[in-house]
T-cell receptor
Framework: DGGITQSPKYLFRKEGQNVTLSCEQNLNHDAMYWYRQDPGQGLRLIYYSQIVNDFQKGDIAEGYSVSREKKESFPLTVTSAQKNPTAFYLC?????????????FGPGTRLTVL | AQKITQTQPGMFVQEKEAVTLDCTYDTSDPSYGLFWYKQPSSGEMIFLIYQGSYDQQNATEGRYSLNFQKARKSANLVISASQLGDSAMYFCAMRPLNTNAGKSTFGDGTTLTVKP
């Protein structure tokens, strides 16, 4: 079945460590996104990519990095520079070719810094 | 800059009744799309309904309808015949339509609880 997978579902990190969250899609979508969600709040855009080998910063990119070497993959690295990384991270994709162009979301990764 | 405001942090509704979740927005983009998503406690985001800024008719998808009032910049979600499974967090979002991957802006959400 087509969809978006994120791994791991839960991730624990010690302070000062970099961690990488995986996001894979087999929907053949061009655009991919990373969002952060804090408890009781909405989604905030970290990075997005419209095409392979290109990506743009979102509203809260500081302390994060991404790569887009393949169309189906958009990994997010949370670096030690991110001061408060504990949050729920959601990856999404969209085709860019439909009228609605809605985003399809993965199941999310819950990151906790110990 | 885009802004979405959801003024109801929490809402309660009796099973089988209708409920309206409020959403107001602000944007300078002439062409935009408005989206509603449902987020159950498991965390995944489920797309519910879409309204384009130039669509003449209000969108409907099964028990979901969108009350779009462009002049008032509001896009309220109406859920008819509420079910226990509708209990979740609901987000209103907006995106400009002049790019393939325009930046989406989300509201802070409304937590809906359906009472039996």
């Amino acid at each position: 079945d087509g969809g978006i997978t994120q791994s791991p579902k839960y991730l624990f990190r010690k302070e000062g460590q970099n961690v990488t969250l995986s996001c894979e899609q087999n929907l053949n979508h061009d655009a991919m996104y990373w969002y952060r969600q804090d408890p009781g709040q909405g989604l905030r855009l970290i990075y997005y990519s419209q095409i392979v080998n290109d990506f743009q910063k979102g509203d809260i990119a500081e302390g994060y990095s991404v790569s887009r070497e393949k169309k189906e993959s958009f990994p997010l690295t949370v670096t030690s520079a991110q001061k408060n990384p504990t949050a729920f991270y959601l990856c999404a994709s969209s085709s860019g070719t439909t009228k609605i162009n809605e985003q399809f979301f993965g199941p999310g990764t819950r990151l906790t810094v110990l | 800059a885009q802004k979405i405001t959801q003024t109801q942090p929490g809402m309660f509704v009796q099973e089988k009744e209708a409920v309206t979740l409020d959403c107001t927005y602000d944007t300078s983009d002439p062409s935009y799309g408005l989206f509603w998503y449902k987020q159950p406690s498991s965390g995944e985001m489920i797309f519910l309904i879409y309204q384009g800024s130039y669509d003449q008719q209000n969108a409907t998808e099964g028990r979901y309808s969108l009350n779009f009032q462009k002049a008032r910049k509001s896009a309220n979600l109406v859920i008819s015949a509420s079910q226990l499974g509708d209990s979740a967090m609901y987000f209103c979002a907006m995106r400009p339509l002049n790019t393939n991957a325009g930046k989406s802006t989300f509201g802070d959400g409304t937590t809906l609880t359906v009472k039996p």
